[in-house]
């Protein structure tokens, strides 16, 4: 349901509905060395032909062991760098051998220190749920430091020498060279770079591993390459799965800059403007395919190209403008970013660096068993990562050609030419309409069915069989759900129905539900972005957006029996019912606008989620209301440890919420409570001009909608440019302070986690001549003290609920006064529900 492709499914990860990408593009290179630093990198180098030079230094780089003439005794020496802190108040220290001419690296043994201070509380907030303290202040008996800087001439006041340096080194020389794996590509990529290129940014690197006395082995980063240069986490094993938690993660606010910055994103090093990609299938798995990028530098000074690609592809070859070019495929190790997404990284060494704006054409060569059999006729691509050299989701053109046999239906990305037959093959050929930030394509022996929408064909694809594992997943492990919903606690196997359902029964009800939802999307966004929209039946629970196609779960296939028999509760019935209105609504939400960083992803499924239930609502507004109680009830359910869900953080800690401590969060906020923000945002202009007859318009807010998608269509939006949208349609009586502004639901709600409770007390009612002057208090408990939230007050009169005002309640208890019809003795709280609040 994202339009993030990708995504071996692994096994604790059950709790993932949708293909998620943790760590998307901060700026070329940083958004893949984010993705780096929260794994580590396994062994394997892919071409095993003789290394050219950058390989040469990759390999010293990543088993670089300690140098026997650097031992030294050190005492009182630290390292500050920005807002990390590390002393060593007393032991041994040895740094590591030359690599290119560089130390990069030491292991100290002894006591030491290290003193973090998140600036925001978001970040506090996050490290005292990990580490039980909001600062982080840890005594450590080992270090290991990996940089890029002269640490070792800042260190050298304080070192003295030694005379075991012999027994030191042989001693941990196997762990330095071991923990010299993860940096190397990232070391590589400082010391390949041009220094003398004015614009690039500035490149320090400062890792280091901990050992400490209370919270055992964790690691410390500061890279300025980043978009949030500081984090800190740890490696976690919890119910079979292992997780990188990540403690803290943050910009450095420049001085004198507030602590909670709106982050803008930095320029990518490069972008792909075109992708000419020529790919044979050989059925059921493989494919080999020649990829032409065309390659725009942003800087001067770029020399290392950095891409993802699936780990089940093998490059044979890259050339820069047809001559060969190194690379290193660097296989990612179980349990980070990247190979959660199934892909490795692919680093490419142009001879020269590029001047900005001077193009250069990348042509790679590879194949691999990339492709996926679920079942008779029924195969796939975009399990196993990316299938095609990618970095982030600019957008780009795509011209895509296939050749694969006889008997098949391969359906893709962009507009259709005719179909050749070849013999025992077919080539076909698709070009995209306008530039989008994916290609991808799926193959089956389909049945078809089509509708329009206006002018938009939709068609649907599907099999007569569902996959062989239905309604199973692959691994056995409880459902994942369609929708935003965390597993039962009680995991329930549903009985297989006595028929296995047959998706291509249902192709026509899909397309008429994809068709209605374009229809309302339409009015309501503006038009449709591409000419046509296929659906294509996809195995698993996983649904996928890309621009103008749909993978659609075979579960969205079930007719409504088999639906109740699979499903029993009727509220995640209806979610699931809204697959197909979701991944539609990612056509304008997530392939057309896209979203900026890790932090800004929950934008694209609220959206989504939001539209389709707008639509829901539409035509049943007691069901939209259920679905909205259980994303609430499922925010405040406990985990196993009896701690809240909603607890794991805010909607823009992105994936970040999927963690030891909360396996399933990240579906539960960013899903759950991301729908209620916008939710919250919309029937704050609704009240707001509301007329005396109690008619109330969603004008103001779809008005926004559709703003954002004239202004950021082709582009990526930030929370704070969808709060910034808001601001502008706020009439008066939403000014909070007098500001027209929304920084405090900005600063509470939407970076804050809580789920208040709110009460009235003190009613005092008043008559006038004409009216009733209500005053009294409302508490807003379960909330920090520095939570706003507009609450909508209702008279009760003669049984009837009569809007009276919004009243902003901040902190613990707010008094209002109120003026109220004639005889109102009776006020209460939002009884539409359109506030996220625990009910009593
Ligand atoms: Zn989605």
Redesign the pocket.
């Known amino acids: 349901?994202?339009?993030v492709r990708t995504q071996a499914h692994s096994r604790r990860q059950r709790g993932f509905s949708?293909v998620t990408n943790v760590i998307r593009k901060a700026g070329g290179i940083a958004w893949l060395l984010a993705a780096l630093a929260s794994g580590l990198f396994a062994q394997n180098l892919a071409p095993a032909q003789a290394p050219g030079p950058a390989e040469s230094l990759y390999l010293k780089l990543r088993s670089v062991g300690l140098d026997k003439s650097r031992v030294y005794k050190i005492r009182n020496g630290a390292i500050d760098q920005v807002s990390i802190h590390l002393s060593f108040d007393d032991g041994t220290i040895a740094f590591t051998e030359d690599a290119g001419g560089h130390i990069t690296g030491a292991l100290f043994l002894g006591d030491g220190d290290i003193l973090l201070s998140p600036p925001n509380e978001a970040e506090r907030s996050s490290l005292a749920l990990f580490t039980g303290a909001a600062i982080l202040e840890e005594k450590f008996s080992l270090a290991y430091l990996r940089f890029n800087d002269d640490v070792y001439d800042a260190l050298r006041p304080a070192l003295r020498p030694t005379e075991d340096a012999e027994s030191f080194v042989n001693l941990w020389n196997p762990s330095a060279k071991e923990l010299a794996q993860e940096d190397a590509l990232r070391l590589l990529v400082s010391f390949n770079q041009d220094p003398a290129a004015a614009d690039r940014a500035p490149d320090h690197l400062l890792h280091a591993y901990l050992r400490g006395r209370r919270l055992g082995t964790f690691d410390v980063r500061y890279d300025s390459t980043l978009q949030e240069q500081i984090s800190a986490g740890q490696h976690r094993e919890a119910d079979g799965g292992s997780y990188y938690d990540v403690w803290l993660s943050f910009t450095v606010p420049p001085p004198g800059k507030p602590a909670l910055l709106k982050v803008q994103a930095p320029t990518p090093d490069f972008v792909i403007t075109q992708f000419k990609i020529q790919a044979h299938i050989k059925v059921p798995t493989e494919l080999s395919a020649r990829a032409v990028l065309n390659i725009v530098p942003n800087r001067a000074g770029e020399r290392v190209l950095l891409f993802e690609l699936s780990r089940l592809l093998q490059v044979k070859s890259v050339e820069a403008e047809g001559r060969p070019v190194e690379f290193i495929h660097n296989q990612a190790i179980e349990g980070s970013q990247l190979a959660r997404r199934g892909n490795d990284a692919l680093a490419v060494f142009l001879p020269h660096p590029l001047p900005p704006g001077q193009p250069v054409q990348l042509t790679f060569e590879y194949s691999g068993a990339v492709l996926s059999e679920a079942g008779n006729g029924l195969l796939y691509v975009g399990e196993h990562g990316t299938w095609y050299p990618n970095i982030g989701f600019a957008m780009s053109r795509f011209d895509l050609e296939f050749h694969y046999p006889v008997g098949w239906t391969l359906v893709a990305t962009g507009v259709p030419s005719e179909i050749k037959v070849e013999g025992s093959e077919q080539v076909s050929h698709w070009v995209s309409e306008r530039p989008v930030p994916v290609a991808g394509f799926n193959l089956g022996k389909y049945s078809r069915s089509a509708t329009t929408a206006g002018k938009v064909t939709v068609e649907t694809y599907a099999t007569t069989t569902v996959e062989r594992n239905f309604p199973k997943t692959a691994d056995n492990q409880p459902l994942p759900d369609l929708?935003g919903r965390p597993p039962s606690p009680f995991p329930v196997v549903p009985s297989v129905p006595s028929l296995p359902p047959s998706p291509a029964q249902n192709i026509q009800a899909i397309a008429n539900t994809a068709a209605r939802a374009i229809d309302f999307y339409s009015q309501r966004f503006g038009p449709f972005p591409y000419s046509d929209l296929a659906l294509t039946q996809y195995p698993g629970r996983i649904?996928q957006?890309w621009p103008g196609l749909i993978f659609l779960s075979s579960y969205a296939f079930l007719n409504s029996d088999e639906r109740e028999h699979l499903e029993k509760d009727k509220a995640y019935r209806l979610i699931q019912e809204q697959n197909v209105a979701?991944?539609t609504a990612?056509q304008w939400w997530?392939d057309l606008v896209t979203w900026s960083s890790y932090r800004d992803q929950w934008l694209?499924?609220a959206l989504?989620?939001y539209s389709a239930l707008m639509l829901l609502e539409s035509r049943d507004p007691a069901g939209f209301h259920l679905v909205m109680q259980r994303y609430r009830d499922d925010l405040l359910n406990k985990t196993h440890d009896g701690v809240p869900l909603m607890n794991a953080g805010p909607v823009t800690f992105g994936l970040r919420l999927s963690s030891s401590r909360f396996p399933d969060a990240y579906e539960a906020i960013s899903?759950g409570r991301g729908t209620w923000l916008l939710h919250m945002l919309r029937t704050m202009l609704r009240d707001a001009q509301r007329s005396p007859a109690g008619k109330s318009s969603d004008e103001p807010f779809v008005r926004v909608l559709r703003k954002l998608r004239t202004d950021y269509e082709g582009k990526s939006l930030t929370t704070a440019q969808l709060i910034a949208a808001f601001e502008p349609e706020l009439p008066h009586s939403l000014w909070y302070e007098g500001h027209k502004s929304l920084d405090w639901f900005y600063q509470g709600w939407v970076n804050g986690s809580a789920v208040p409770q709110f009460e009235l007390r003190d009613l005092k009612f008043t008559d006038k001549p004409t009216s009733v002057l209500v005053t009294g208090k409302i508490d807003q408990e379960d909330a920090p003290d520095t939570l706003v939230t507009s609450v909508p007050i209702y008279a009760s009169v003669g049984g009837k609920n009569i809007f009276l005002s919004r009243v902003f309640v901040e902190g613990n208890a707010t008094t209002f006064h109120v003026s109220a019809p004639l005889h109102t003795r009776k006020i209460v709280i939002d009884p539409e529900q359109t506030v996220l609040a625990r009910s009593k």
């Open positions: 349901m994202t339009n949708e929708l649904s957006g979701h991944e990612h997530g694209m499924e989504a989620n899903y």
